[in-house]
Structure formats: structure tokens, C-alpha cells
């Protein structure tokens, strides 16, 4: 009987773990909605993993804004391995929170803006969405920037807020990690040496909306290693220089200590406080 009891006991943990982690790749229930008296509220934030994501990616941080917050994880939207694009939950009228997972875990962010494109689209449509939020992690960061230069032009939703947390905006490889951290010195005119990617964007940043506003966050684990362990802060800064004037407001911070590491950065205190701080002025 003892064996028996331990068993089920295990039996149970084990089931609530698998069910805890399955949600976080699914939205939750909205309670106490109410229309925002807050404008910023009314607007819908989407959040957009880095290369290889997945529920882990932004789970933990979506729950977290829920709690402190008072957000909504509200929507789940998948983007299957042949593109489709499939909706689970509905949008809460304030705070709501958008998860966006990739099936196609090794797509790049070329493929992906136009994904994204498609889900504004479907959420414009649908729901009739005029403005959202973005928010991306590591390529998600490049995905966002590439959709804002390559993809946003032909759209009727509006971006109002993007904060790019640990992008390498002047990697040498944007979606896998090199033997040495890219930190090329930044002068006064940019990097000293510019990588395809920044080239890229620079090319077509004259199509981001001139009223965006862009909270920009780096890691950087130790005042001898100036960078999270994958992404310098030289690199993620570098997109100073592409925003200098097409967007109304550019905000950089620097989150510091172990908890900066590129893989904790979405589960830092600091980090959430700042998106809620920023994207609705709490």
C-alpha cells in the first residue's frame, strides 16, 4: 500500500507538471475585463520568440504580467510548418497579451515578417485591431525590425511600441552562437565594422513610422564581460544608430548580474517592470 500511495503521488506530480507546462502554450482564462480607461491599455501586445522558441520562450513572463500586472494572456497564435496560421482564446479589451510560437523552429526572420504580416492582418480583419505592441526576443528582435522595413508598409495596423530584449542587431550569425561574443566597437557614425544583417536593415530603415517608440534592452553579465553570454551590448546598441531619426522616442537599459544571462533575460524582474512601464506607463 505504501508503494502504492507513493506511486499516485508521483503519478500526480507528474501530471501537474506536464499540465503546467502545456499552459504555458496556451492563453488563459480572461477574468475582470473591463474597457480601459487608459488608452494604452485597449492596445495588444504580441510577443515574439527568438530562434528555436517555444512556450518556455515568453510563457513564464506572460504569466508573471498577468499576476503583477493585471495583463491578459488572452491569445495564442500558431504559425504551423506550412504557414497556416491557427487562434486560440479571444482578446480581452485591456492589457491583452498575444503569444506567437513558430512550428517551423529553424525559419528565419524573413520568413517569419511575413508571417507576422499575416497575423496582423488576421487580427485587423477578424477582430478589428488598428494598433498593436511588439515585443521580441533575440531573432524575434530581428524578425520584428525586418517586418517594420520590409513588411509593415502594405498593412493597416499601426505599431505603437516595440521593445527589443538581447537583439543582434550587428551578429555575424543572428540565429546560432559563434566561438567568440560579436562586441564590434561602436563610434560615433555606428559600428565599425557592420554585419549583413545591420546593412540590411539600414538599407530600408527609412520605412519604419516616424511616431514609434523603441525600448531596447541588453544584457550584460559582468563589468569584464560586456555582454548576456550570446549577444553583446555593443550589438544590441547598435540599433542607436539605424533609429537615430526615424522614430519619436529611443530608450536603451542594461540589465546586469547573472540574472542577465541571454537565457534569463525574459525571466528578470527588471525586464517585466520595464515592458509594463513602458508599454503602459505603470
Known amino acids: 500500500m505504501v508503494w ?39 492596445v495588444p501586445t504580441l ?40 487562434v486560440s482564446g479571444t482578446l480581452s479589451k485591456s492589457k491583452a497579451l498575444i503569444q506567437i510560437l513558430f512550428a517551423k523552429k529553424a525559419s528565419r526572420p524573413q520568413e517569419q515578417a511575413v508571417w507576422l504580416s499575416q497575423i496582423l492582418d488576421l487580427l485587423q480583419t477578424r477582430y478589428g485591431i488598428r494598433k498593436v505592441n511588439l ?28 521593445v527589443a530584449i538581447a537583439g543582434p542587431f550587428n551578429d555575424s550569425e543572428i540565429a546560432r552562437s559563434t566561438n567568440e561574443v560579436d562586441a564590434y566597437p561602436l563610434s560615433p557614425k555606428g559600428p565599425v565594422k557592420r554585419m549583413p544583417i545591420y546593412r540590411a536593415l539600414a538599407k530600408r530603415i527609412f520605412e519604419i513610422p516616424k511616431d514609434i517608440k523603441v525600448l531596447n534592452i541588453a544584457g550584460r553579465i559582468s563589468n569584464l564581460q560586456q555582454d548576456d553570454g550570446e549577444v553583446s551590448v555593443n550589438s544590441a546598441f547598435s540599433l542607436r544608430y539605424l533609429l537615430r531619426e526615424p522614430v519619436a522616442q529611443y530608450h536603451e537599459l542594461v540589465i ?23 508599454i503602459w506607463n505603470l
Open 256 to 278: 546586469r548580474g547573472k540574472r542577465a544571462s541571454h537565457r534569463l533575460l525574459h525571466e528578470n524582474a527588471i525586464v517585466d517592470a520595464s515592458i509594463a512601464k513602458f
Open 47 to 86: 510577443f515574439i520568440p527568438g530562434y528555436f522558441g517555444n512556450r518556455f520562450s515568453f510563457g513564464r513572463l506572460l504569466n508573471r504580467m498577468t499576476k503583477r500586472y493585471g495583463a491578459h494572456k488572452s491569445m495564442v497564435v500558431k504559425v504551423d510548418r506550412h504557414g497556416n496560421i491557427h
Open 135 to 162: 515585443v521580441g526576443y533575440s531573432m524575434g528582435c530581428i524578425t520584428i525590425f525586418w517586418f517594420l522595413t520590409h513588411q509593415s508598409q502594405s498593412g493597416l495596423v499601426a505599431v505603437k511600441h516595440v
Open 4 to 42: 502504492l500511495a507513493v506511486g499516485l503521488v508521483l503519478l500526480a506530480s507528474i501530471i501537474l507538471a506536464v499540465s503546467k507546462i502545456t499552459a504555458l502554450g496556451r492563453p488563459n482564462p480572461v477574468k475582470d475585463d473591463e474597457d480601459p480607461a487608459n488608452m494604452l491599455e485597449g
